[in-house]
């Protein structure tokens, strides 16, 4: 049996979340005290008892899900055994410390950098992004394809699962892509809550800080392979990691593909890691008769 750990991305955050760790677990508790250190101000007293609101800043978001879903992961101690990791999108980092590529402060450093990069690059290019449902993968392409020819950059975004297919691209753009995905025949074009155009060229300006940011840290060999969003394949060598991670940026997010590549190399069973369940969610969609359960 081989079994995959999943990592979820900004999204899956809540009110009170990681709290019980907190409270229950010394070793949590010392991590969580170590990520204030390390970013300067009390994260952890936002995640325990901030609004909706405040964890919806990309800024908090980001290091948040980071930090509940590699504190879960290290909570497992001995029991932490994956043949195989993967995350979606911010996940990427989380599944990165989780497989011993990156270690605890460097991750979060790097995860509290992306954020802020991001944050700016959304104020530099106001943009959204689009869940599109029940409409096959070609003809949003195509339709993504044809409106980026005509000035407006729209693009793929996230491949969660088959009919669920997040687009990305400027304000104008998207709104657009709604039209004339509805007119396709969508089930449902829905403008997402989100502050930019993520996994779009819009996003260059933070890939290229993250670029500089990611080159001077150190990776490790992993313990166990990560399927990477850009490439939907298992990697092992530290400097293909790096490359991949600075394009995850700007490029489109292969879930579906990485779920399905896992599958065909031999995982049984998904233990997602982190706030709520949408990967587990995601994977039976991808694939129905797989076990998914949280960790």
Known sequence: MKKAYVFPGQGSQFPGMGKDLYDNNPDAKQL???????LGFRISDTMFSG?????????????????????IASTLGDTFKP???????????????????????????LVYKRALAMQKACEINPSTMAAILNLDDKVVEDI?????????????????????????????????????????????????PVGGAFHSPLMEPARVELEAAINST???????????????????DPAAIKKNLVAQLTAPVKWTQSVQQM???????????GPGKVLQGLVKKINSGMEALSA
């Open 218 to 236: 150190t990776f490790n060999t992993p313990i166990c392979p990560i399927y990477q969003n850009v490439t939907a394949s298992a990697v092992s």
């Open 144 to 192: 993504c394809a044809e409106i980026t020819k005509s000035g407006h950059i729209v693009v793929a975004a996230n491949y969660n699962c088959p009919g669920q297919l997040v687009i990305s691209g400027s304000i104008e753009g998207i709104n657009i892509a709604c039209e004339k995905m509805k007119a396709a025949g969508a089930k449902r074009a829905l403008v997402l």
């Open 51 to 71: 609004t909706e609101e405040e964890l919806k800043q990309t800024k908090i978001t980001q290091p948040a899900v980071f930090l509940h879903s590699v504190i």
């Open 32 to 38: 969580f005290e170590k990520a204030n250190d390390i």
């Open 263 to 273: 599958v065909s190399d031999g995982a049984t069973q998904f233990v997602e890691a």
């Open 83 to 109: 043949d195989m990791v993967a995350g979606h999108s911010l996940g990427e980092f989380s599944a990165l410390v989780a497989n011993k590529t990156l270690s605890f402060e460097d991750g979060l450093k």
